[in-house]
Nanobody
């Protein structure tokens, strides 16, 4: 099992920036992906950005250029810096970790509890 603890959400004005952090603990496999998803009220959960253990990143088109995802493998943490935030970025942001178990050859998903980000003047 993997536990994920998020921090850093809050209220920010349009055009502002915010940094989210997530720390993973528990049984961790070397091949994995960490990242962020978000869910706005009445909407499905959507990809924000992910980063593989080798540093390969992936962004949703609407976030590319504004958001930056990074990770520290030594500390099993992933961070998301969000710039030029707009009201439509308001959502609950969830940390995700996906581990590949070489014994079962399956991927396993783990989720944080979510942190609220509100962009409003």
């Amino acid at each position: 099992q993997v536990q994920l603890v998020e921090s850093g959400g809050g209220l920010v004005q349009p055009g502002g920036s915010l940094r989210l952090s997530c720390e993973a603990s528990g049984s961790i496999f070397s091949v994995n992906v960490m990242g962020w998803y978000r869910q706005a009220p009445g909407q499905q959960r959507e990809l924000v950005a992910t980063v593989f253990n080798d540093g390969t990143t992936n962004y949703a088109d609407s976030m590319r250029g504004r958001f930056i995802v990074s990770r520290d493998n030594a500390w099993n943490t992933v961070a998301l810096v969000m710039n030029s935030l707009q009201p439509e970025d308001t959502a609950v942001y969830y940390c995700n970790r996906r581990d590949f178990n070489p014994a079962t050859k399956r991927w396993y998903d783990y989720w944080g509890q979510g942190t609220q980000v509100t962009v409003s003047s």
